[in-house]
């Protein structure tokens, strides 16, 4: 059993990130944290104006880099969830969040 709940976990590591992101290049990020910045990028769009047109704002490769984090860290379920479509993924955004979240926290 996970001590927080997936919302306040992927805040406070999205949180973590953003601040390695201040000292470090993204793409020298490790895949666990890229696909953090990922998720967490979609999630403030999608809780915040209901689409993922925010997080391409914050980060225009978010799908793809999720797609690629997920890939390279073999997580089958945020794979799957960064490989749909922009639309198909803000139908289903809430509905796979909290799989996708305890997939990658079980990192």
């Not at 927080?4 to 973590?16: A, M, T, V, Y």
């Not at 797609?67 to 809430?94: H, V």
Request: aromatic share 10%.
């Amino acid at each position: 059993m996970f001590d927080e709940d997936n919302e306040s976990w992927l805040l406070n590591r999205g949180g973590r990130v953003i601040e390695k992101m201040a000292t470090e290049n993204y793409s020298s990020l490790p895949p666990l944290d890229r696909l953090i910045y990922c998720l967490w990028a979609a999630d403030y769009g999608m809780r915040n104006a209901g689409d993922l047109e925010t997080a391409a704002d914050l980060h225009p490769a978010c799908l793809d880099d999720g797609k690629s984090a997920a890939q390279e860290l073999n997580l089958p379920r945020s794979a799957a969830a960064f490989s749909l479509s922009p639309d198909e993924l803000e139908r289903a955004y809430f509905r796979l969040f909290d799989e996708v979240v305890s997939e990658i926290r079980a990192v």
